[in-house]
C-alpha cells in the first residue's frame, strides 16, 4: 500500500508536522530527519520517540540545547538555516514534508527537488514566490510535486485521469470565509490578534490563521494552484463555503464538476500525499452526509477582505510580484500577532509594498529573493 517509506519532515513541531507524525505512526513510516526553528522540548520529545538520523535547529541556541539533550541518543543534530537543506535531502528519506511556515522553505524545498524526492507540499509560501521556478526545477529532475494543502489536494484527487490539463475549464477553490465572514471592511478593522485566532473550522499555526481571517490565505491558494496546474487566474475560481466539507471542485469543458468532500482533518491530505497513487486507510471522523450541515456557497467579499484582491493582481501582474506580496504579509502578519499592528494594515502594507517596488518579469532565484528582502524592508520602514 506505501508509496512512501522514509520522510523527512521540515517544520515537524508545527500543526502539519505533528499531524503528519500522527500520520508516519499510523502508517509505520520511518522519520529520517526532523527539524523545528526553536521549540527544543517538542523536537526532543520527537526524536525520543521517532529516532530519526538527524534534527535540526534553525535557532542556533535552541540547536546547542537540543544537542545536549540528545547526547544519549542517536540523532545527530544541526543549527541554522543552512541546515534545513541537510535534513531536505537526507539519502534515507524518500518524501520531503514541507511544513515550514513561510518563505524559509523555498531553498530546502529546491535542494529536496535536486534530490528527486516527492515533495509532500504544505509550505504554500514557497510556490507563492517562485512557483514557476519550483515547478520547472520538478519537470527537470522528475520530483514528484504532492499538494497537502486540503484544496490543492482536493484538486490533485479530481484531476486523477485528466491527462491533457486543455480538458479543464476551471478550478474552485473553497473558502471557509475565515472567523470575519459578514461583516464589512469597517467592522473587521477593529478585530485583534485574539479575535483573528479563532478560525471557526481548522486548527492551524498561527500565520495562517491570520492568513485565513484577512483572505490572504485564500490569495496565495490562488497563486499556489495556478502554478502547480499552470493555469491562468482567469481559470481559478474562488467561492465562500463555510462548512469546509467540499475541499475544492474542478471544472471541465464537457460540464462534468469534480468535487471532493470529506471532514475537515488535514490528515486525509497528508496521507494520500504518502499513498498517492493508491489509498490508505484511516482513522478519521468519516463524513455522513445525512448529519452534515447544509452545503451552502458564497462570493468572497473582495471589499471588506483587500488581501484577496491584493493576491489576484499580484498574479496577474507575475514576475515578482507575488513574491513582494508574500514577504510584506509575513512581515505585516508577524507585526499583528504581536500586536503592534491592527487588522487593517495588513492590507495597507501590503498594497504599499506592491505600490512601491518595481516588479521584475522572469525573474531569477536570485531577483527573487532581492524582491523578497525588498517586501520585508519596506513593512519595516513604514512600521518604524
Ligand atoms: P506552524 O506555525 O504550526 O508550524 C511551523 C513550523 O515551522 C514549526 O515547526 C516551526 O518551528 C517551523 N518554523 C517556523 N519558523 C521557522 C523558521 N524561520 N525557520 C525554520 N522553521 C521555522 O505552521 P502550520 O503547520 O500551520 O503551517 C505550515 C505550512 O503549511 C504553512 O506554509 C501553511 O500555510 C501550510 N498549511 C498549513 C495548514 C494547517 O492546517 N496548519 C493547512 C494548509 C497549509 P517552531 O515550532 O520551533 O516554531
Ligand atoms: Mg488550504
New binding site residues.
Partial sequence: MKTTNTISIL???????RQTLEVAEEMELRVAAI?????VE?TEAQARKFKPALAVM?DEAAAKDLAVRLADTGTKVLGG?AA?EEAATIPEADTVVT????M??LKPTLAAIGEKKRIAL????TLVCAGELVMDAADASGAEIIP???EHSAIFQCVQGCADRGEIKRLVLTCSGGPFYGMSYEENGSMTRADALKHPN?K?????TVDCATLMNKGLEVIEAMRLYRLPLEQVDVVVHRQSIVHSLVEYHDGAVLAQLGTPD?RLPIRYAMTYPKRGVSMAEPLDLLTCPPLTFALPDREAFPCLRLAEEAAKEGGTACAVLNAANEEAVKLFLEDRIGFHDIPCLVAKARECIPVTAAPSLETILEADRAGRELVWKEFE
Fill in positions: 517544520g515537524s513541531t508545527g500543526s502539519i508536522g527539524t523545528a526553528n526553536s521549540s517538542r534553525t538555516l534545513l511544513a515550514v511556515v513561510g524559509v522553505g504544505a509550505n504554500k509560501e497537502v494543502d486540503s481548522w492551524m499555526g498561527p500565520k495562517i488535514m
